[in-house]
């Protein structure tokens, strides 16, 4: 069955404290990894595609990191505005599984 | 980045009613839009995928009598959520993409509440 779970579920930071968020996948075929913020009652805002292993992508304080099996993204000395629930998706078809996601918070 | 509208943002409506909601790639032309439903603190869960001109593909234990998508243009798809009950009160969200394989760009979402 295809399927991606995140961990952990919630994050708590602070200002400046690095970390990483886990996305781990089974899903056969994969087109893509896709990693998603979204704001509370807004919808998801794209971040990233990474679509090999070994690949990485970086956008300001985040990076995504992708292998076999699962996906990272680290965040570098975030700020509270990184506060968010971050979603990872995977793709395959026409389609994209959603993890149910990780609730960062930072304090400052 | 690519652009993706949904209106409207918020509806109330009484039970027993219908309610429509739009969905539009503002600056692309999207080949495949979808519907997803999320719950409060869950992720998003898909409902349906719709072509352009043709019938939407519903996922598994989805009604496709009470969730009308009309694809009608690469730019515009609806939802209507027909005889809205109780139930049926939840955040809707659209997504679209240029071409398969590639990222979707998501709506600001619905929050529906049917009274």
């Known amino acids: 069955e295809d399927q991606v779970t995140q961990s952990p579920e919630a994050l708590r930071l602070q200002e400046g404290e690095s970390s990483s968020l886990n996305c781990s996948y089974t899903v056969s075929g994969l087109r893509g990894l896709f990693w998603y913020r979204q704001d509370p009652g807004k919808g998801p805002e794209f971040l990233f595609t990474?679509?090999?292993a070994g690949e990485e992508k970086e956008k300001e304080r985040l990076k995504a990191t992708l292998t076999k099996k699962e996906s990272f993204l680290h965040i570098t000395a975030p700020k509270p505005e990184d506060s968010a629930t971050y979603l990872c998706?995977?793709?395959?078809?026409?389609?994209?599984?959603f993890g149910a996601g990780t609730i960062l918070r930072v304090k400052s | 980045g690519a652009v993706v509208s949904q209106h409207p943002s918020r509806v109330i409506c009484k039970s027993g009613t219908s309610v429509k909601i739009e969905c539009r790639s503002l600056?692309?032309?999207?080949?495949?839009m979808f519907w997803y439903r999320q719950f409060p603190k869950q992720s998003l869960m898909l409902m349906a995928t719709s072509n352009e001109g043709s019938k939407a593909t519903y996922e598994q234990g989805v009604e496709k009598d009470k969730f009308l998508i009309n694809h009608a243009s690469l730019t515009l798809s609806t939802l209507t959520v027909t005889s809205a009950h109780p139930e049926d009160s939840s955040f809707y969200i659209c997504?679209?993409?240029?071409?398969?394989?590639?990222?979707?760009?998501f709506g600001q979402g619905t929050r529906l509440t049917v009274v």
């Open positions: 997504s679209a993409t240029r071409t398969v394989g590639t990222e979707a760009f």
């Open positions: 990474l679509y090999s």
């Open positions: 600056d692309f032309q999207a080949t495949t």
């Open positions: 998706a995977a793709g395959y078809g026409n389609k994209l599984v």
